[in-house]
């Protein structure tokens, strides 16, 4: 089934509008895919995001600012997901020893358990493009990287 039927419309203007038209789609469809999966943990992928960022800066706290330029959905509330996370105990706050008037965020123990338990499930996430061989997998990657590095000029 190609996205001429999942949408069904069946004439684009050209292969452009219907490849960006797919992307999208399929960006949808992969964001509901994750939702799924990061809701047995009681998480979304953003929290699921910014954990992933804590865990690879630890021991080093980040801010907020310096979790948002490495978080994937660059438009996501990063402050308001941190106190999320603050309130389930995944993360901390704290004082930054340098400049007081910043705020240090660190990964607790319990958010590196529950990103561990994940770690563990790794196969499952991997299943949902698991229809492409490597070979695909890195051309698709290729693709996409070509695709944002043309729009950089």
């Known amino acids: 089934m190609g996205i001429?039927?999942?949408?069904?419309?069946?004439?684009?203007r050209n292969e452009y509008q219907k490849a960006f038209i797919n992307i999208l789609?399929?960006?949808?469809w992969l964001s509901e895919k994750a939702k799924e999966f990061f809701a047995d943990e009681d998480i979304t992928p953003q929290q699921f995001?910014?954990?992933?960022?804590?865990?690879?800066s630890h021991?080093?706290?980040?801010?907020t600012?310096?979790?948002?330029?490495?978080?994937l959905d660059k438009m996501s509330d990063t402050s308001r997901i941190v106190d999320r996370l603050i309130t389930k105990g995944l993360v901390k706050k704290g004082t930054c020893?340098?400049?007081r008037r910043l705020v240090d965020i660190t990964i607790t123990d319990k958010g590196k358990k529950l990103l561990e338990k994940l770690d563990t499930r790794q196969d499952e996430m991997d299943n949902i493009i698991n229809n492409l061989t490597p070979k695909e997998a890195i051309t698709l990657s290729d693709l996409?990287?070509?695709?944002?590095?043309?729009?950089?000029?």
Not at 25 to 28: A, E, I
Not at 49 to 56: A, E, P, Q, S
Not at 65 to 71: D, K, P, T
């Open 65 to 71: 600012l310096q979790i948002r330029e490495r978080m």
């Open 25 to 28: 789609y399929t960006h949808g």
């Open 59 to 63: 021991p080093q706290p980040l801010s």
């Open 49 to 56: 995001n910014i954990l992933r960022i804590l865990r690879g």
């Open 97 to 99: 020893k340098m400049d």
């Open 4 to 12: 001429e039927q999942d949408i069904q419309q069946v004439k684009f």
């Open 144 to 153: 996409l990287d070509k695709i944002r590095k043309s729009n950089l000029q």
